[in-house]
C-alpha cells in the first residue's frame, strides 16, 4: 500500500479525492486544512489570517502534522495540503524519514481555474466530522453529513475574494513545489475539471500500478 500526497491549486478536489483514496483504499486522510481550523476555533488571530486565505504559520504546520503522524502510528497515509511552500519541503521529508514513513506517489490534480471558483460555491463541510460535500457532486437530499448526521455549512474561507488570493499564492508558492517533487518523486497528473468518475478512474489507474508492483 501506498502513502500518497495530493498536491493542485484550492478547490481543485484534493478533499473529494482524499476522500475517496481513504474509502477504497483504506488509507488515512491527513488534512492540514482541517486541522488548522480545528486549532483556529480556539485561536482568532489563525481564524482570521485563514478566512483571508493566506497561509499559516511554518511552526504551526509541523507540529499539527508531527502531531497526527504520532496518534496515527503505522497508518498508511494520504496527505492533502502540506507541503505547500518550498521551504516547508525539507521539514516534510524530515519528519517522515522520523516516523520511518515513505512517499511512494505525488498526484497532481489539475483543474481549470474557472471551473474551482464554481466549485467554491458548491462546497459543504460538516463541522462536526470535517467530512467534505459538494452541491454538485453529492447526492444531498437535505444539508445533512451522511456520516453522522450533523448540518453542512459553506466553509468560512470559500468567498471568491479568498479564492482569489489564495490563488495568486498557489501560482507564486506551490506550483515551485510541484516541480520539485516532479523531478524526485514517483509523479502523476490528472484531470478534475469533468465528471468526478474519470477522475476517480484515473486515481484507480494510478493504484492499480501500485498493486501490480506490489505483486512483483
Known amino acids: 500500500m501506498s502513502n500518497i ?4 491549486a484550492p478547490s481543485a478536489g484534493k478533499g473529494v479525492i482524499a476522500k475517496y483514496l481513504r474509502e477504497k483504499y483504506n488509507l488515512v486522510h491527513m488534512s492540514i486544512g482541517n486541522l488548522l481550523r ?13 478566512a483571508e486565505g493566506n ?17 496515527n502510528s503505522g497508518a498508511n497515509f494520504v ?17 517522515l524519514n522520523k516516523y520511518n514513513i515513505s512517499l ?3 498526484i497532481y490534480i489539475n483543474t481549470d481555474k474557472d471551473i474551482a471558483k464554481k466549485r ?66 514517483d509523479f502523476y497528473e490528472v484531470s478534475n475539471n469533468g465528471d468526478i468518475n474519470d477522475t476517480y478512474n484515473q486515481i484507480d489507474e494510478i493504484m492499480k500500478g501500485n498493486d501490480e508492483n506490489d505483486n512483483n
Open 5 to 8: 500526497l495530493l498536491i493542485s
Open 38 to 50: 480545528e486549532k483556529s476555533l480556539n485561536d482568532e488571530p489563525l481564524k482570521k489570517i485563514l
Open 55 to 71: 497561509f499559516a504559520n511554518n511552526e504551526i504546520v509541523y507540529n499539527l502534522f508531527e502531531k497526527f503522524l504520532e496518534e
Open 79 to 95: 496527505f492533502d495540503g502540506f507541503p505547500r511552500l518550498i521551504e516547508q519541503i525539507k521539514s516534510f521529508e524530515s519528519i
Open 104 to 106: 511512494d506517489k505525488v
Open 120 to 185: 467554491i460555491l458548491g462546497r459543504l463541510i460538516c463541522k462536526n466530522c470535517n467530512e467534505i460535500y459538494g452541491k454538485y457532486l453529492d447526492n444531498l437530499d437535505d444539508l445533512k453529513c451522511k456520516k453522522c448526521g450533523e448540518n453542512l455549512y459553506p466553509r468560512d474561507d470559500d468567498k471568491l475574494s479568498t479564492y482569489e488570493n489564495r490563488y495568486e499564492l498557489f501560482i507564486q508558492n506551490t506550483i515551485p513545489v510541484i516541480e520539485y517533487f516532479k523531478n524526485r518523486y
